[in-house]
Nanobody
């Protein structure tokens, strides 16, 4: 079992920044990939960014490329999503996810590729 807790969400004005954190606990040694997803009202959950824990390989969705950065601190067992130049369309609940199976290839960024999820944190960007 892997337990994930997100933090760092909140309300900001357009152009502002937030940093989301995802603290992992439990059987984290089996985790090979962590990702950030978001879901806006009435929309499907979409992948934002992901990172292979050991290799450090990352993926960032085109919609946030150049504005969002994913990183990790292995000592703290925490993944981060730095979000800059936020736009109203970034408003959503942001979820952290972990994958504890599979090898290394394309960085997984589809929800069904992850088997553990956090409870989510709200991000609201006003214009």
């Amino acid at each position: 079992q892997v337990h994930l807790v997100e933090s760092g969400g909140g309300s900001v004005q357009a152009g502002g920044s937030l940093r989301l954190s995802c603290a992992a606990s439990g059987s984290i040694d089996s985790t090979n990939c962590m990702g950030w997803f978001r879901q806006a009202p009435g929309k499907e959950r979409e992948g934002v960014a992901a990172i292979y824990i050991r290799a450090g390989t990352t993926y960032v969705a085109d919609s946030v490329k150049g504005r969002f950065t994913i990183s990790q601190d292995n000592a703290k067992k925490t993944a981060y999503l730095q979000m800059n130049s936020l736009k109203p369309e970034d408003t959503a609940i942001y979820y952290c996810a972990a994958r504890t199976y599979g090898g290394y290839g394309r960085v997984p960024i589809v929800p069904h590729e992850y088997n553990y999820w956090g409870q989510g944190t709200q991000v609201t960007v006003s214009s």
